[in-house]
């Protein structure tokens, strides 16, 4: 089970940390990822991390960052310079493609979601 945390409302160019902690699984055993979805639109990557390191939508490089500790079982989701259009429901996600996926098929656990909203 996976439990994300952290959204809230924050104004253009502000900064959001996101986090995700799970329970009844192993990090380290997967990959993790981060996906948003606005409203109306589908549920897009973000960014991942596995064995093969990170990877970034280009929409959020260079903005956003990712990062795991095995040890507590989280994942975070270090967010700078934020944009209108990074509004959207955030989640975290786990997959047992250890050298990382973008594809939201590919996740096998789910977090429940959390808000960010940025206003211009």
């Known amino acids: 089970q996976l439990q994300a945390s952290g959204g809230g409302l924050v104004q253009a160019g502000g900064s959001l940390r996101l986090s995700c902690a799970a329970s009844?699984?192993?990090?380290?055993?997967?990959?993790v990822g981060w996906f948003r979805q606005a409203p109306g639109k589908e549920r897009d990557f973000v960014a991942r991390?596995?064995?093969?390191?990170?990877y970034y939508a280009d929409s959020v490089k260079g903005r956003f960052a990712i990062s795991r500790d095995n040890a507590k079982n989280t994942v975070s989701l270090q967010m700078n310079s934020l944009k209108p259009e990074d509004t959207a429901v955030y989640y975290c996600?786990?997959?047992?493609?250890?050298?990382?996926?973008?594809?939201?098929?590919?996740?096998?656990?789910w977090g429940q979601g959390t808000q960010v909203t940025v206003s211009s």
């Open positions: 996600a786990a997959s047992r493609i250890l050298y990382g996926t973008i594809y939201k098929g590919d996740y096998d656990y």
């Open positions: 991390n596995s064995r093969s390191g990170t």
């Open positions: 009844g699984l192993t990090f380290s055993s997967y990959s």
